[in-house]
């Protein structure tokens, strides 16, 4: 736990030194992602029973465990564990967004905002070893098929990202997505 809490700790120093030297850019988000994917690289520090997925009695198909967040709510670091069956809408976040695969599968898309109503431009299939990158404005879904394990990080807390929008096609309009509650605490707090 204690070497989980150091390796987690100098690799949220450098994102926030990333972000002070390159600002909130592409070249920056880039360089945050880079270093998440060197954090995940270290796959004995995270045991996937210490991430349990929701069983199939529990209404979620994915549970969100901290791992860091700043005083101030900033750069927190998630793990999502999931066992499958997990479909976003198109949404961005208000802050900037990187994901980075460990275990298991989860499929990206990327929009563009049209006069009616979102474009697929990119994908990328999130696993161990790779990751996407967002600013505050790009729109992405996500899919995710069976049992997975990957990190997210934001440049704010998701009980804080309470102005994110997200397409509904049914209605073809805009919608605030509601801010992310339950999120399970991963952090050791006697060394934060
Ligand atoms: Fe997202």
């Known amino acids: 736990m204690q070497a989980r809490t150091d390796a987690v700790h100098a690799a949220m120093d450098d994102i926030r030194q ?10 920056g ?18 045991p996937l029973e210490d991430f349990p997925k929701p069983g199939p009695d529990e209404k979620t198909t994915s549970f ?3 791992l860091a967040q700043d005083g101030d709510d900033r750069f927190a670091l998630y793990a999502q564990s999931s066992r499958g069956q997990v479909e976003t809408p198109v949404h961005n976040h208000t802050t900037w967004a990187v994901v980075v695969g460990f ?8 929009f563009e905002r049209t006069d009616e109503g979102v474009n697929q431009i990119d994908d990328h299939m999130v ?8 600013l505050p404005d790009d729109l992405h879904s996500i899919h995710i098929d069976g049992p997975a394990l990957n990190f997210h990080c934001y440049g704010l807390a998701l009980e804080r990202l309470d102005e994110r929008e997200y397409y509904n096609p049914k209605e073809d309009n805009w919608k605030i997505f509601s801010s992310i509650s339950g999120i399970r ?8």
């Not at 990333?18 to 070249?27: K, M, N, S, Y």
């Open 18 to 27: 990333i972000e002070a030297d390159l600002g909130v850019t592409r070249e």
């Open 29 to 46: 988000v880039q360089a945050i992602r880079d270093r998440l994917v060197e954090l995940s690289s270290h796959r004995d520090l995270f």
């Open 64 to 66: 969100m465990y901290r």
């Open 103 to 110: 275990d298991g599968q989860e499929h990206n898309r990327f």
């Open 127 to 134: 696993q161990a070893g790779t990751g996407v990158a967002m």
């Open 185 to 192: 605490e991963a952090r050791d707090l006697q060394s934060c």
